[in-house]
Each structure stands twice: as C-alpha cells, then as structure tokens.
C-alpha cells in the first residue's frame, strides 16, 4: 500500500514537470477536445480516438441539452434505456459501445469510396450531443425524457440554410439528428417528437422482427406502462397517428409469429414486408428497389435501424437475436442503395455492448452502418427547399 502511495505521488510529480514544458495544443479537427487542455505531451491522433467521446475518432461533443450556443445540421444522441426488453437486456449501454465500435473508421481520412464522398469534410456542421439523461426506474419517465430531449435538439436552428424554408410542418429546415439507442422501444418516444416537428412521417424499419404486435400478443400487457415495449412501440405509432399511411416498410424480417395474423395487423399499421431470406432471390438489388418503391424519393422518411437486422455471426450483441440474417455487407450494400431519400432522422437500436466478441464486432458493425447513414445525410446536404426568406 505504502509502496503504491509512493509511486501515485511519483506520477503526479512526473505530470505536473510535464506540465511546465509549456506543450502548445493540438491544431486540427482534435483542437477542442478537453485533454488538450491537460498537462501532457499533447497526445497524437492514435492517442486522441481512444479517449472520451470521440464519436468516429473527430466529431466534435457537445452538451447540447445544458446549452443551445453550439449550432449543428447533424447531431448524434445516445438514448440508454433498455427497460422495454424481452429477452436480453444491456443496451442502455449501446450509445457508449457504438462510439466506441466507431473510433478506427476515420483514421484513414473516412472517405465513403462507393458513395464518393466524404461525411467528415463537408461544410455541414456534425457533433455529438452526448447522452439523453434517462431513469432506469420508471418507463413512462424515462419515454418522456427521450422524447422531450430529443425535441429540443430537433427544434433548433441548424448550422446551414437556417433562414431557409423546409420540410418541417412550420416550414422550417431543421437539423437531423442520429440516435444511439437504447432498447427499440425508444423509436416511440422519437416518433413522437419527430411527428411535432414533422407531421406523420413514412419510415423505413431494417429489423429481423415487426415490431407492431398488439400489447396482449407481445407481452400480455398487464399494465399501461408495460403495454409499451420493444416489440409493440410500432402499433402505438400507428393508433397514435404519427406513420404515414401505407408507405412504410419493415426489411430483413424472419422473426416466428404468435400466428399468420400478426402481418395482418402489420399491414393494417402500414407496413410491407421484405423478408430476409428474399435477399437469395432478387438480390440486394432488388430489395433496394422494393424500399424505394414503397417510399418515394420526395417523402420524408425515418430511418429505424435494428441491429438484430444482421445476422448474430455479425451482431451477436443483441436483445434478441435471429439466426438467418444479413451479413453486415449485404446491410451496408442495402443502405448505400438508399442514397437520395430524404432522411429526416435515424436511429439504430438493441446494440448490448456485454454479449458481443473481444473483437466488439457488434459495435463496429453499427457504427459502420451509421457511416453509411451519415453519409447519405451528408450528401443530400440540409433539408431546406426553395429560396432563402431575409427574416431573421
Ligand atoms: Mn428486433
């Protein structure tokens, strides 16, 4: 004990001499983090992804939610709830695996080579929001803080275009902003917001399961609370009005039934269905074609992203896993092919960081999904349309 006492007041010594050497900061996109500020040799860019949220090794954080000073048009936010599981918990440590799984994608620069471009080097402003704070102790509390927090870093003016018109129902262009969930119960409360923001929105939902059961066939429903979960967040949507009628899409499902009704009450909340096993008949061609087809290139879409979508040999860390998935290949090619809709938000969800490999190949394979996501974003640039109103 004596003996380590003695060497922590050794290391103190050691950095606070450092300190003295009068070390400048770092110039570049890693400038503003805050171990620049500390004594020290003033770290490297090997040394700089592996510390704090470093969000793909370079984005910016910011505490949005304690201050509106820092202005973005894309923002990432983690959600960590996972008290709306039904098998395996431990995604409310998603947001913190996904930005770990994310560090090494831009060492090399993060140039998307099929989508030629580069999410990271364009005028539009991208950070991290850090996390919405949220109780693992009250359900209903905690849907409401995801939905009012994700509100506020959605109602805000952008970085770009912010005096121009949008798509918004006040006709307004707004930020986009990316969720780390969370178990996918959480796409309820996003919905929600997005729904004050947007109208009734179509969305794209990759998940090997629907999502749109009834509370008394998912669950059993013994209580109002319970009656929202991440098996039935899909059919509240639909009863509480916040999907557009019959444009919206599940892909990658293989999940067993309670019975053959179960895509009849699908269908009735407004979704198609593309099946994973499609994927050995038309290709991932043709499952990008079925998506486009059903939801238009002009609609403003949301983007549901289970990482269940994936096969457990690619994913394992999930909430309920389903063998016969995609590879993270055929995802990554399947999302690149949706490049040009109108995204207005996206989540990816049921990350659970404990059950996955040493190799983290859950949480790389979602952070990668999200590169492609962003860079869809990136490339459409902001959501403004027409001229720029000179009302301030
Ligand atoms: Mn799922």
Sequence with gaps: MIVSIAGLVALSGLATAHGDHGQSQLAGPHQGLWYNTLPGDGGTQADSVFSGISTFGRLPYYPCLASDAEKYDIAFLGAPFDTGTSYRPGARFGPSGIRQGSRRLNLYGGYNVPLQANPFTSDMRILDCGDVPVTSYDNAWAIRQIEEGHNSILMRKPYLDANKPGLSRAGKTLPRIITLGGDH?????????????????????????????????????????????????????????????????HAGIRTTLSGPSDYDNDGYCGFEIVEAREIDVIGTDGIIKKIRDRVGTDNPVYLSIDIDTLDPAFAPATGTPETGGWSTRELRTIIRGLDGLNFIGADIVEVAPAYDTNAELSTMAAADVLYEVLTIMVKKGPLSVGEESHEL
């Excluded at 919905?191 to 749109?212: E, M």
């Excluded at 209580?223 to 009628?245: D, K």
Aim: glycine share 8%; hydrophobic share 40%.
């Design 185 to 249: 119960t959480i796409t309820l409360p996003l919905l929600r917001s997005i729904n004050k923001a947007y109208g009734p929105v179509t969305v794209i939902h990759f998940d090997s399961h629907l999502d749109s059961w009834k509370p008394k066939v998912f669950g059993g429903s013994p209580s109002e609370v319970a009656a929202i979960n991440h098996g039935t967040y899909f059919y509240h949507a639909a009863m509480e009005g916040l999907l557009r009628n019959d444009t919206n899409i």
